[in-house]
């Protein structure tokens, strides 16, 4: 169980001895209905609550050794999918109601969702509204004590798992960006249906569309004030896009070992193939990938828990480890060959996984435009 005396390198450790000694042996007969058990287990341990203040049910790690436990659950985790469903849920919904939920609020929200008891999605994107954010259809119309919700949220991870949901939504039309609000919303409340979408990858990370017909949310549920929500949903996509893919660099290790266990036990033409320069050259560029996003990970971590500013860092967190993810998916396919296409091998479920990096959290030509722009570009 991880505890806030823990050094880094004993938050891998142990974050690894739970991968082998519980998770992976209940992974092996995992089930739909089982996920909430494989859930409760994870806050247990401390892991959907790695950074958040004990007093509310978390840890009370550094950003930088959250971070630290992610890379060791991506790598030790034989559930790619599931261990990103965890890592989503700490920093996407768990740290944005930290710092978006008011003081009597926060206990009561935060606290569940880090023991695991609950599980919280992140409700934002629309059929017609993804990278254009703030092109949101779904409005909440005041109304008595609370507002009616309407809309259709898609897209969204953890959403048929979840029970509840924070929900961007609009509560001025006119007002366009500046008119959104976010809610903290109950999905047993009437008014809520769920519809299941099928992906081909990252499995273990359930996602589906919300649709919310005449749903009434109190008052007390709005996340801050009436137009806020523009503002919450910038600080979270500093949470979210820069450590949202820490759990594959961590996957990316386990690649590289085994690129490099298969180039030299596998032998052609009388020589291990990593003697041959194409493949040791694919191992060397995975090696730099692999290292080069954990230093950038390391510094936006590093960053946050100085209370900096990460809006460059984050996007540029996004766009370089998931790209960086793709490409050695891809290398680890071809150096594998057959042995990583047939049977229970993961190299192609890890290059299905990959692919989801281009587009969630923002495609990346989206990053790319905000690192310019932030950069100078005008």
Request: glycine share 8%; hydrophobic share 40%; proline share 2%.
């Amino acid at each position: 169980m991880l505890n806030a005396e823990m050094d880094a390198d004993q938050v891998a450790g142990s974050v690894k001895e739970f991968c082998e000694s519980v998770l992976n042996p209940m992974l092996k007969q995992h089930a739909a209905a089982r996920f909430h058990g494989l859930w409760k287990r994870c806050g247990e341990f401390g892991l959907l609550g790695v950074h958040i203040e004990p007093n509310l049910g978390g840890v009370g790690l550094s950003v930088s050794k959250a971070v630290q436990a992610m890379l060791s659950l991506g790598e030790h985790c034989d559930d790619a999918g599931f261990a990103f469903a965890i890592n989503v849920s700490l920093f996407s919904p768990i740290s944005t109601l930290r710092s978006a939920t008011s003081q009597p609020q926060r206990t009561d929200i935060v606290s569940p969702l880090c023991r695991g008891d609950r599980i919280c999605a992140y409700a934002l994107s629309e059929e017609q509204s993804g990278s254009d954010a703030f092109a949101l259809s779904t409005t909440a119309k005041a109304l008595g004590d609370g507002f009616l919700l309407n809309g259709c949220k898609t897209y969204i991870s953890l959403g048929s798992v979840a029970q509840e949901a924070i929900v961007f939504a609009s509560t001025n039309p006119e007002r366009k960006q500046w008119g959104i609000s976010a809610f903290h919303v109950d999905l047993s409340s009437d008014g809520v249906s769920r519809t299941q979408i099928p992906k081909a990858g990252l499995q273990s990370t359930p996602m589906a569309a919300i649709e919310f017909k005449d749903c009434f949310v109190g008052k007390d549920r709005m996340l801050g004030n009436a137009g806020s929500g523009g503002a919450i949903f910038e600080e979270s996509q500093q949470w979210e896009r820069s450590f949202v893919w820490a759990t594959q660099i961590g996957v990316m290790q386990r690649q590289l070992n085994d690129a490099v266990e298969h180039a030299n036990r596998r032998r052609q033409f009388d020589q291990s193939i990593g003697q041959f320069q194409s493949v040791s050259n694919r191992i060397a560029d995975m090696r730099i990938r692999l290292e080069t996003s954990k230093q950038l990970l390391k510094h936006t971590a590093e960053l946050r828990d100085q209370g900096c500013s990460t809006r460059l860092e984050s996007s540029m967190c996004k766009l370089h480890l998931s790209e960086s993810f793709l490409q050695n998916s891809l290398d680890s396919a071809r150096i594998l060959a057959a042995s990583g296409y047939t049977g229970e091998a993961s190299a192609i479920s890890e290059l299905n996984d990959a692919m989801a990096g281009l587009f969630l959290g923002g495609t990346n030509d989206i990053q790319r435009n905000i690192i310019s722009r932030l950069t100078g570009v005008v």
